[in-house]
C-alpha cells in the first residue's frame, strides 16, 4: 500500500487530516478539508469497486487515463492532425467542404501537399485543347420514355433518413436542393414534414420496413405508397436492397428513441422497438424483385424506379441481370453504395470487413449492364466518400452516370467529424434527435451552404471537365484518369482494370473470371446459386 502509486492517495488522506486538525483549532474554516476528504473518498472507492483494474491499482491518477481517452480523438484532430491526415475523411477534404459552403477561398498556395511518386496517385489527363462549357449544371436523364422522367444532377445529397438526422439537418439539406435544383434522397426513414417543407426535389427510398408505406404488421401497402408517390415533390422511387455501412444487416430502433414524429413519419406505434429487416418481404427472388419495382413505377404514375445496393456476392446481382434478360422488366437506375460509405453506425466487423468497395462494386454493375447489352437503359448513381470534383469526375469516369454525397453534405451543415452520430451528442446539431442540440443549427445560413457546396463542386467540375477537353461529364472514360503503380510506373485506369464489351455476356465471351465461374451459377428465380463443379 505504500507503492509510489498511491501517494496521491495518501497525500490526499494526510492533507485532509492535517486540514481538520487546523480547522479544530479554528485556523482555516473547515471547508478547506471538504476538497481533500472529497477525493480521499474516491480514491478510497476507486481500490475497493471492482469494475476498471486501473483505478483499483492507480487510485485518483487512473482517472487521467480516462480523461486523456476522452479527449483524444478532439486532441488529435485540432493539435496534432495534418492536412493529409484524418479519418475516414482527411482534414484537407474536409476544409474544402468547409471552405466552399462558406464561399471562402479555396485555393492552395505553393503547390500539392501530395507525395506525387507514392503509388496509388491519381490525376486527370488534360487537353491542349481544352473546352468551354456553357454552365456546370450537368444533368442526365433518368427513366426516359416514361410518364415522369427525371433529369438528375450528377451531384445530389444521398439517403439519409429524419430520425438519423435532426429535423434542421433535414430542413436545411432539401433548402439546399430546392435552391440549387438537386436530388434529395430521403433514406429509409421515408418523408417527414421537414423533406416537404421547402418542396426540393426528393427520391423516396423504400427499404425492407416500408416506413411510410406498410401495413400495422410490417408489409407493403399499395395504397400508403401510392398517395404518396404521387406528390408532385417525389422525383424518383428507389428501392434498397443493402447499403454501404453495413449490408445484409439491418437494423433496430429502440422504443425509447421513437418520437411522435418519427412514428407518424414512419407508420410505426409508440413504445415498441422499430425493426428494419435484413431481407424485404415483399419479395425473395431476382424475378419478384423486378416485378416489384414494375408495381412501384406504375402505382407511382410512371416514375423512375430503381434500386440501390452496396454489391455483395456476384452471383445475386448476375441473377438479377437474367431477370432482366428473362422479363425484360428493368429498373431505370441502380444506385451502387460503396462499402466506404457510413452515416449509419455499424458494428465494427460490417464497417471494416463486409460489402464491395465502390469502385469494384460499380464496375460490376457497370460491366454486367454492358455484357448483357442494358447500360443504355439503366442509369447508375454512385456514393461512397465522394467529396471534392476529382472525386466526381473519377466515379463517373469509372462508369456511373451521377454521384450522391452523405457525409460531403453533413460537413456542409456544418459536421466536424467528432463521429458521435449514434451517441444522439452530436455537437454541431447535425446528427441527433435532441431539440437542444439542434436547435444550433440554423437552417437559412445551413441551407445557403449546402447549396454554395453545390454549386462550387460543379464549377470545380466544370473546370476539370474543360481542361481534359471534354463537352460534358457522360464524356469521361476510364483512359482520362492516370493511376500511379509504382514511383516509376503509372497506367490508365482503362488498362488497370477490366472492362467487359457490349453483348459479352450473351454470347458467352465472359472474358474475366469472376463471370465465367459465377454467371453460369446465377439464377433468375433465385438469389442462390446453382451449385456445380464450377462454385468452390
Known amino acids: 500500500m505504500w507503492a509510489t ?9 494526510f492533507l485532509t487530516l492535517a486540514l481538520a486538525i487546523l ?15 472529497a477525493l480521499s473518498m474516491i480514491g478510497v472507492r476507486d481500490i475497493v469497486q471492482r ?8 487510485p485518483l491518477m487512473g482517472h487521467f487515463r480516462f480523461l486523456f481517452e476522452a479527449i483524444r480523438p478532439e486532441i488529435r484532430q485540432y493539435f496534432f492532425e495534418g492536412e493529409n491526415d484524418g479519418a475516414p475523411f482527411t482534414r484537407k477534404k474536409r476544409s474544402v467542404v468547409y471552405q466552399r459552403a462558406k464561399a471562402d477561398v479555396d485555393s492552395r498556395p505553393f503547390g500539392t501537399e501530395l507525395d506525387v511518386k507514392l503509388a496509388g496517385y491519381e490525376w486527370i489527363g488534360h487537353s491542349l485543347s481544352p ?3 456553357a454552365s456546370h449544371d450537368f444533368r442526365v436523364v433518368v427513366g426516359e420514355g416514361l410518364a415522369q422522367p427525371y433529369a438528375m444532377s450528377v451531384f445530389n445529397v444521398s439517403a439519409m433518413s429524419f430520425g438519423s438526422l435532426s429535423s434542421n439537418a433535414i430542413r436545411a439539406l432539401n433548402q439546399g436542393a430546392k435552391k440549387g435544383n438537386f436530388a434529395h434522397d430521403t433514406g429509409e426513414g421515408s418523408i ?9 426535389d426528393l427520391v423516396w427510398q423504400i427499404a425492407s420496413g416500408y416506413f411510410g408505406c406498410r401495413h400495422p404488421d410490417g408489409s407493403f401497402d399499395e395504397e400508403k405508397f401510392a398517395v404518396q408517390a404521387n406528390a408532385p415533390q417525389v422525383k424518383m422511387i428507389e428501392v434498397k436492397l443493402s447499403q454501404g455501412a453495413k449490408p445484409g444487416h439491418g437494423g433496430v430502433l429502440p422504443a425509447a428513441k421513437i418520437t411522435p414524429e418519427i412514428s407518424a413519419t414512419r407508420g410505426i406505434p409508440m413504445g415498441v422497438d422499430c425493426i428494419s429487416p435484413a431481407v424485404h418481404s415483399s419479395f425473395s427472388s431476382p424475378i419478384g424483385l423486378l416485378q416489384f419495382i414494375e408495381k412501384l413505377r406504375t402505382l407511382s404514375g410512371g416514375k423512375p424506379t430503381g434500386i440501390k445496393l452496396c454489391v455483395g456476392h456476384p452471383w445475386e446481382f448476375f441473377g438479377i441481370a437474367k431477370a432482366m434478360l428473362e422479363t425484360n422488366i428493368v429498373p431505370d437506375f441502380i444506385t451502387v453504395d460503396g462499402a466506404e460509405g457510413g452515416t449509419g453506425a455499424a458494428p465494427l466487423e460490417f464497417t471494416d470487413h463486409v460489402g464491395m468497395p465502390l469502385q469494384e462494386g460499380l464496375l460490376m454493375v457497370h460491366n454486367t449492364l454492358v455484357g448483357i447489352g442494358m447500360r443504355d437503359r439503366v442509369k447508375i448513381g454512385a ?9 466526381v469526375a473519377r466515379t463517373l469516369a469509372l462508369g456511373a452516370d451521377w454521384c450522391n454525397s ?3 453534405f453533413m460537413f456542409a451543415l456544418g459536421c466536424i467529424q467528432s463521429q458521435s452520430c449514434h451517441t444522439d451528442r452530436c455537437p454541431t446539431g447535425v446528427a441527433t434527435q435532441n431539440p437542444t442540440r439542434a436547435r444550433a443549427l ?18 470545380a467540375l466544370q473546370e476539370l471537365v474543360q481542361a481534359a477537353g471534354l463537352p460534358h461529364t457522360s464524356a469521361l472514360r476510364p483512359f482520362h484518369i492516370v493511376h500511379r503503380i509504382n514511383d516509376h510506373e503509372i497506367q490508365l485506369l482503362s488498362e488497370m482494370l477490366k472492362y467487359l464489351e457490349p453483348g459479352d455476356l450473351i454470347t458467352g465471351n465472359y472474358r474475366y473470371q469472376v463471370y465465367e465461374k459465377y454467371w453460369p451459377i446465377a439464377r433468375a428465380e433465385s438469389f442462390h446459386p446453382e451449385i456445380g463443379s464450377s462454385f468452390h
Open 383 to 391: 456514393s461512397g466518400k465522394i467529396i471534392t470534383a476529382f472525386d
Open 51 to 58: 469494475r476498471h483494474a486501473v483505478l483499483r491499482n492507480y
Open 131 to 133: 473546352t468551354r462549357i
Open 442 to 459: 440554423v437552417v437559412p445560413d445551413k441551407a445557403e451552404r449546402v447549396y454554395r457546396f453545390h454549386q462550387s463542386t460543379l464549377h
Open 192 to 200: 417527414s414534414t421537414y423533406h416537404r417543407e421547402f418542396g426540393g
Open 5 to 13: 502509486r498511491y501517494m496521491i492517495l495518501w497525500f490526499m488522506i
Open 406 to 408: 452523405a457525409r460531403g
Open 23 to 37: 480547522a479544530s483549532g479554528h485556523v482555516v474554516s473547515w471547508w478547506w478539508a471538504a476538497a481533500p476528504l
